[in-house]
């Protein structure tokens, strides 16, 4: 007896689902939520095909749909994260823009910063003056300035596939090149 894997197609955004019309879940880290396309494993047990558009970023409490008609609610996976922490603004503020300047995915809290483990800028944040705190969470990064600008074009998926233009900025003063 072979099974056809369902594909999963339909990208549904939060909040439209009362969770009696959700059948499964499935349990993903930011790097598979930004994935177009992947074989992955239900919360059932049941594997599954996704295939969406190029430039499709899931986040937590998401859901997926296929042609059954299933709905999948997405679950945001823990993973380790650095958590830089501070109460001072103008120092949250410099961190943040030392990590924006190396590309880092950054998720935003009010007194912290939160990037996904690296010890290199775990470092570069404490010479700064911040305070670096460790746990596993779901991270969820900011989506970026240009994200609602459509498919392949948002930030938030950084340097990789998908972003094949160049811009310039700055580093400081006699400082720039191109990316």
Known sequence: MSTELEILDRHLKSGKFSP????DQIELRFDQRQKA???ARLMSGREVGIQLPRGTVL?????????SGEIVRVVAAPEPV???????????AR????????HVQLEVRRGTLRYLRDHVLDHMIESLGLRVAYAQEPFEPEAGAYAEHGPGHGHA????AGHDHD???????GHSHEH
């Open 20 to 23: 009696l019309q959700i059948q």
């Open 82 to 92: 650095s958590i830089a922490i501070t109460k001072d603004s103008l120092l949250l």
């Open 37 to 39: 396309r992947q074989r």
């Open 59 to 67: 986040r937590g409490g998401d859901c997926l749909q296929g042609s």
């Open 157 to 160: 998926r950084g340097h990789g």
């Open 95 to 102: 961190a943040a823009y030392h990590l924006g300047n190396r």
């Open 167 to 173: 811009h310039g900025h700055s580093h400081g003063p």
